[in-house]
T-cell receptor
Framework: GQQLNQSPQSMFIQEGEDVSMNCTSSSIFNTWLWYKQDPGEGPVLLIALYKAGELTSNGRLTAQFGITRKDSFLNISASIPSDVGIYFCAGQLTDGGSQGNLIFGKGTKLSVKP | NAGVTQTPKFQVLKTGQSMTLQCAQDMNHNSMYWYRQDPGMGLRLIYYSASEGTTDKGEVPNGYNVSRLNKREFSLRLESAAPSQTSVYFC?????????????FGPGTRLLVL
């Protein structure tokens, strides 16, 4: 089945640093989504990307839908302590029998540098 | 709006016991989903329901059954729990906008099977 490779698996951040993570796939997706999950909570949608090449911002977050439709990245600028959590990318097909089903990456865990 | 709610929050079962995880949404969404989340595995789709009265298998359906009781409620049943079903279970519902399904997640049910 389709798989998403999300990297890095984990990273440590110092307040004020910029953070970058990405997802790649062997399949083409029509939509890319980025979610954040806080401990003990469900994932919350951060950004949705609908068109190849699209660059979208949400506050300090910026995400891009790759031109090939097989990749996406998420940048967080000037990180703050509440940015810690697990970030998931998800690709979505919107045609065929899969309806709006999402394929999730395995997550990037952001932690604060000790 | 409560969004997506799940009960119970936590559950401990013995191998072979059965239980039903409940999910409800008050956003009038047509589609609902059940995922499981395991460490290092991201979110994997168990079953989904594109509309009231329909259900379909996802990536990992074995050992589970679902019921779309009405538009609001989508339950997940474990008939004979196994330790391999120890996981965090998330329910989600989605709305279609501009041809794109955007999923919203509940807070999760943490299940331990001994």
């Amino acid at each position: 089945g389709q798989q998403l490779n999300q990297s890095p698996q984990s990273m440590f951040i110092q307040e004020g640093e910029d953070v970058s993570m990405n997802c790649t796939s062997s399949s083409i997706f029509n939509t890319w989504l980025w979610y954040k999950q806080d401990p003990g909570e469900g994932p919350v949608l951060l950004i949705a990307l609908y068109k190849a090449g699209e660059l979208t911002s949400n506050g300090r977050l910026t995400a891009q839908f790759g031109i090939t439709r097989k990749d996406s990245f998420l940048n967080i600028s000037a990180s703050i302590p509440s940015d810690v959590g697990i970030y998931f990318c998800a690709g979505q097909l919107t045609d065929g029998g899969s309806q709006g089903n999402l394929i999730f990456g395995k997550g990037t865990k952001l932690s604060v540098k000790p | 709006n409560a969004g997506v709610t799940q009960t119970p929050k936590f559950q401990v079962l013995k191998t072979g016991q059965s239980m039903t995880l409940q999910c409800a949404q008050d956003m009038n969404h047509n589609s609902m989903y059940w995922y499981r989340q395991d460490p290092g595995m991201g979110l994997r789709l168990i079953y989904y329901s594109a509309s009231e009265g329909t259900t379909d298998k996802g990536e990992v359906p074995n050992g589970y059954n679902v019921s779309r009781l009405n538009k609001r409620e989508f339950s997940l049943r474990l008939e004979s729990a196994a330790p391999s079903q120890t996981s965090v279970y998330f329910c989600a519902s989605s709305v279609r906008d501009r041809g794109i399904e955007t999923q919203y997640f509940g807070p999760g049910t943490r299940l331990l099977v001994l």
